[in-house]
């Protein structure tokens, strides 16, 4: 169980992450609009290395692999060698 709990808290942790960077990514977009708004050119600040503001930064994959026996509520197996205790 504790594995578990760990587990969730990680989760909890990555998805509060990625709701940071969205809200720095969204912040990133209103800045370089707001700079284009107060005169500078789309050239002078990609001269600056400030790009166009819209590039997101690469997110992994979320597909899950889902190897044999899948759905069967079982840890998968490693090497085949399935865990113990992964009836739950």
Same mark, same amino acid.
């Given at each position: 169980?504790?594995?578990?709990?760990?587990?969730?808290?990680?989760?909890?942790?990555?998805?509060?992450?990625?709701?940071?960077?969205?809200?720095?990514?969204?912040?990133?977009?209103?800045?370089?609009?707001?700079?284009?708004?107060?005169?500078?050119?789309?050239?002078?600040?990609? *001269?600056?290395?400030?790009?166009?503001?819209?590039?997101?930064? @690469?997110? @992994?994959?979320?597909?899950?692999?889902?190897? *044999?026996?899948?759905?069967?509520?079982?840890?998968?197996?490693?090497?085949?060698?399935?865990?113990?205790?992964?009836?739950?």
């Amino acid at each position: 169980m504790t594995f578990v709990r760990r587990l969730v808290t990680a989760r909890q942790q990555l998805a509060d992450q990625r709701d940071q960077v969205d809200a720095a990514e969204r912040e990133d977009v209103r800045l370089y609009n707001a700079a284009l708004s107060d005169g500078w050119t789309a050239d002078e600040l990609r *001269r600056l290395g400030l790009g166009d503001g819209t590039h997101r930064s @690469p997110v @992994p994959s979320r597909r899950r692999h889902r190897g *044999r026996g899948s759905g069967s509520g079982q840890a998968p197996a490693v090497d085949g060698v399935t865990p113990a205790g992964t009836d739950r």
